[in-house]
């Protein structure tokens, strides 16, 4: 950055202000550190420069006319000097904070690079632990598959053998009853056949016996009517003899 000498001489008290702008425009670029040791600086400038407004602060009116007087080219030197310097301490700290963030960023990387070092680090011990618990349960899981469908295939053989014998049975408990059931049902009907020809019999030995019992009632009926009439006949010739003395059943 290049300053021109303005054409037109400065008060001491311009020149002061001029100075202060200078470093305060110069410090917003710095460390925090450098703007201290530059507003220390400003400071003592401005007690310098208030030690000088105190001497021709009497006679303000003749300012402008002192303002040739006033001129000091050492000043304006001491200015210049003053900027390099200012400049030679920005690049340096420019170059220092660029150092610092280099190494700040270096570290940050650094314990980021840990961070994730120690996480994946943390994370393969998982994983690892996971797939050792997954491969443990798997066999387990495939051992205890192996036991359930080895003792299911022997349950099943027992249990198709056994259908098949309990089929068999079955199949001839069936067989018999149904040759039972020929055989009852045979049965029945000769039983019914000789029922009907009993029951046949019987009716008619009965109408047999009633016939007969018929017959008898009636004879005895006309025995009784006969006896009757030989018992009055003889009643007749008896002078003694009464219906008392011949009971009906004699």
């Known amino acids: ?135 443990k349960s798997s066999k387990e899981c495939e051992c205890s598959l192996k036991n359930e469908s080895a003792k299911f295939q022997a349950a099943h053989e027992k249990f198709s053998k056994e259908k098949e014998a309990h089929l068999h049975s079955f199949k001839d408990i069936l067989s018999k009853f149904e040759d039972e059931k020929e055989k009852l049902l045979t049965r029945y009907e000769q039983q019914r056949k000789r029922e009907k020809a009993m029951l046949s019999e019987l009716e008619k030995a009965c109408l047999v016996k009633i016939a007969a019992a018929e017959s008898s009632l009636k004879k005895k009926k006309q025995d009784d009517k006969s006896f009757s009439i030989l018992r009055k006949s003889l009643g007749s010739f008896l002078d003694c003899a009464s219906d008392e003395d011949f009971p009906l059943d004699d």
């Open 1 to 135: 950055m290049k300053y021109k000498r303005s054409e037109k001489p400065f008060s001491s008290f311009e020149k002061q202000k001029h100075s202060s702008e200078l470093l305060s425009s110069l410090s917003l670029s710095l460390p925090t550190e450098q703007k201290q040791s530059i507003r220390e600086t400003e400071m003592s400038a401005v007690k310098g420069s208030s030690k000088r407004r105190g001497k021709v602060s009497d006679d303000l009116i003749s300012e402008k006319r002192k303002r040739d007087e006033d001129f000091d080219p050492d000043l304006s030197s001491d200015i210049k000097g003053i900027i390099s310097a200012l400049h030679q301490i920005r690049d340096k700290a420019q170059k220092d904070g660029q150092k610092k963030n280099e190494e700040t960023i270096s570290s940050v990387a650094s314990e980021v690079k840990s961070m994730l070092d120690d996480s994946k680090s943390k994370l393969e011990k998982e994983r690892q632990s996971f797939v050792k618990a997954l491969t």
